[in-house]
């Protein structure tokens, strides 16, 4: 039977992918190396979807093994990758470990699929390629600014690669999604966000400070040029995203796509503040958050959503669940992983 690859399947948007493909009848083959996730994962999705993807712990930086892969698994014919190491901060620290990680991974990959006579593949990319933007919201053909981290710096050569590798093997077609910033968490708080030491990304830490795992959220920065201070950003809903995974497969699988490489935006179309996150948590918790204001953090841009116009009219997507939905179901499985439900 025809199956996807899922690589990084047991991570944050990976494992919500995964059920989205099940729910879809598709067979779904998972990889991850375990670095940032928990085999216990899997237990999470067969809960949802009955169903427990085969899964192979392999290091895709180890080429050999990425090789041995696709020899024991011949009926792949579309890859949905994930895996890469993501943490904009470590990634100015450790450049190394995420060239040689997320680049030596992707290129891995794209040669055993350009071995295949057909082979369909999405790129899991980043808003962060914009950088500052120009003009709001952002489109597809907003430039793409010099990364402002080695991280960010991977998805945009990341794309390039793919890019080049398009043009010259006949039977690959590829479409990069550009997210904005995923949160929340699948309804049944079955799977979710396991961020491992101290979240980085706002979502993770205001449930962790609601839990009582951090005594207080920092608020980086009320003095930006926004309606409250606070930075924007566009939160989309990580099952919202799944699902849009699922629809840029299938345009490929059935030949819908007009160009070989094809790249879309996946946001909501609308900025949150980090203050109306918090409001929209207060909202659907009913209780109060503990936090304070704090100084701008270093690289925060100051405002980024999207233009979904192209992922509405062109991919047949659009987002559907709001931000206290996405904020109601993060709360949710906060609660389950702290045993507060
Ligand atoms: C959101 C807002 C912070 C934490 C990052 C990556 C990006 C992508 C998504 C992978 C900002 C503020 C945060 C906190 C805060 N990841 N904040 N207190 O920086 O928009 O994007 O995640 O692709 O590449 O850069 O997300 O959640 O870190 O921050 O005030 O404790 O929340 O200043 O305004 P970001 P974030």
Redesign the pocket.
Known sequence: MKQILVTGGLGFIGSHTVVALQEKGYDVVIIDNLSNSSVDVLDGIANITGVRPAFEELDLRNKAQVQEFFKKYTDIIGVIHFAAS?A?GESVEKPLLYYENNLGSLVYILQELSNKEEANFIFSS???VYGEPDSLPITEKAPVKKAE?P??NT?QVGEEIIKDTCKVVDGLKAIALR????IGAHESAEIGELPLGV?????P??TQTAAGLRKE?????DDYPTEDG????DYIHVFDLAKAHVVALERLLNDKNEKNYEIFNLGTGKGSS?LE?IQSFERVSGQKLNYRI?P??E???IA?YADTTRANEVLGWKSELSLDDAMASAWKWEQKVRGLS
């Open positions: 993501k904009v980043s808003c962060t981290s991280y960010g998805k997210y904005f910033n995923p979240p980085q990304n706002l979502v830490f205001l959220l920092a608020v980086f920065g606070t930075c924007v950003r980090v996150v704090a701008r953090r690289g925060d841009v980024v």
